[in-house]
């Protein structure tokens, strides 16, 4: 009975850092990449911009500004060459 629950929790012990193990690899980032695409996506948004709709309006209604702004900010806080703020 004993061995029974070391080996039940032995494999679950397993199971659980195999499981972080590849969160771990799926949430590497290409910041370079991202910072590029957040670049362009920043100048098709510049004319809402110049037109006086705020970023955060502009954010509500585009998810892949929202993420750009996220991008921008986590790179910031990195410090990762050719980061800047919105």
């Not at 659980?16 to 948004?45: F, G, H, M, P």
């Not at 585009?62 to 990762?80: E, T």
Request: aromatic share 4%; charged share 25%; net charge positive.
């Amino acid at each position: 009975m004993k061995a029974m629950r070391i080996m039940r929790a032995s494999c679950l012990a397993l199971t659980i850092s195999v499981l972080i193990a590849s969160r771990a690899d799926a949430a590497i980032i290409d910041w370079q990449a991202e910072l590029q695409r957040c670049r362009t996506l920043r100048e098709s948004v510049a004319p809402l911009l110049q037109a006086g709709e705020g970023i955060s309006a502009v954010g509500r209604s585009n998810r892949s500004v929202r993420r750009c702004i996220w991008i921008q900010r986590m790179a910031v806080r990195k410090k990762i060459p050719g980061a800047e703020t919105w």
